[in-house]
C-alpha cells in the first residue's frame, strides 16, 4: 500500500488504521494494559499512536523481519521517513555487535508473548546512537489471533 505523500497523514491509510487496532489488541492480549484509552473509532486510534508521545515500531514475520510501522516518534528517533523505515530489516536498528542480544530478546518474545523492560542501544540511519530503557516488546496478533509479528513500545532513550 502506498502512503499519502502527506507525512502528517500517515496514519489514515487503510494499513495504519488496522494496524493501530492490531497494536492495540494485542498488547492487550500479552499485558492487560491498554495502548490507549478504550473510547476511540479506529481512525481516532490511529491518529493517537501515530501522533503519541512513545516510540511504537513493529515488524511483520518474514525470515529477516522487516519494520512494517513506526509512528512520528519512532521516525524521528530513528531519523528516516515513512518510506525508508518500511523498508529496513528491524535487526538493522542496532549495531553489528548488539544483534546478538536483540535477537535473543525476539526469541525470548515469541516464546512468552511479551517482556517489560527491555533496555538496550540502536542506531539511526545517521548513525546517531541511543540507549532505550523500561520498553515494552510484545507479540501481534492478526484479527484470527494469528502471530504477525512483534512490536516495541518506549518513552525513555538517551543520545549516547
Known sequence: MTPPPNPDALWRTAFAVAHSQILARSLKHWTGRN????????????????????????????????????????????????????????????????????????????????????????????GRRFRLAQATVWNLLDERGYYSGQAAMFSRWEFL
Open 35 to 126: 495502548l490507549l484509552p478504550e473510547n476511540f473509532t479506529p481512525a481516532e486510534r490511529a491518529d493517537k499512536i501515530f501522533h503519541a508521545p512513545f516510540v511504537l515500531v513493529s515488524h511483520g514475520t518474514e525470515t529477516d523481519p522487516v519494520l512494517n510501522y513506526g509512528n512520528a516518534a519512532a521516525l524521528a528517533l530513528w531519523e528516516m521517513s515513512w518510506a525508508e523505515l518500511t523498508r529496513t530489516p528491524s535487526r538493522l536498528t542496532a549495531e553489528a555487535p548488539n544483534r546478538g542480544e536483540r535477537a535473543r530478546l525476539l526469541a525470548s518474545v515469541t516464546a512468552n508473548g511479551f517482556i517489560d523492560d527491555y533496555s538496550g542501544v540502536r542506531i539511526s540511519k545517521t
